[in-house]
């Protein structure tokens, strides 16, 4: 995937990280604001819905799951219940590969392992926000009868 396309795709994104570890916080966003997305940041659970509670304009959420009190478990439930955040791309983050799985059979939008770097970080998120083209296409219209000749 070539990183311009992405950045330019990024400029419009308008992220929410949520990591309890300050490390990683600033890693992923100074990646997206390297990409000139608009970035908010919490190292909470409890803050992040906060935050989406006061903003519209958040595109997609990038959330550890391994964070005190209020884990990333939780707070995408709490995250999924809310009618005006229900169907908010979530991105789950954890170093724990084994996770994976689990939060796909849960519905989060996609997986980001943990350590990450810029390229592979970006081409997750678009891949993950970008529809891709064939999933517009009607494969149905084979099934449909040509016109009766008269």
Not at 43 to 63: N, P, T
Not at 78 to 99: E, G, Y
Request: with cysteine; net charge negative; proline share 6%.
């Amino acid at each position: 995937m070539d990183l311009e396309v992405i950045r330019a795709t990024a400029k419009s994104w308008t992220a929410l990280i949520v990591d309890d570890n300050i490390d990683n916080l600033t890693v992923a966003s100074h990646i997206l604001e390297f990409c000139e997305a608009k970035v908010h940041t919490t190292r909470s659970g409890e803050a992040a819905l906060k935050i989406l509670e006061d903003h519209d304009d958040i595109s997609f959420v990038l959330l550890d799951l391994a964070m005190p009190y209020v884990d990333g478990w939780e707070t995408f439930k709490q995250i999924r219940s809310h009618p005006k955040t229900a169907t908010l791309p979530v991105i789950a983050v954890s170093a724990q590969i084994n996770d994976k799985e689990r939060t796909l059979d849960m519905g989060f939008t996609g997986f980001i392992p943990k350590p990450f770097s810029m390229q592979p970080f970006l081409e997750a998120i678009y891949e993950y926000l970008i529809p891709k083209a064939e999933e517009f296409t009607d494969t149905e219209s084979d099934d449909i009868p040509a016109p009766a000749s008269t």
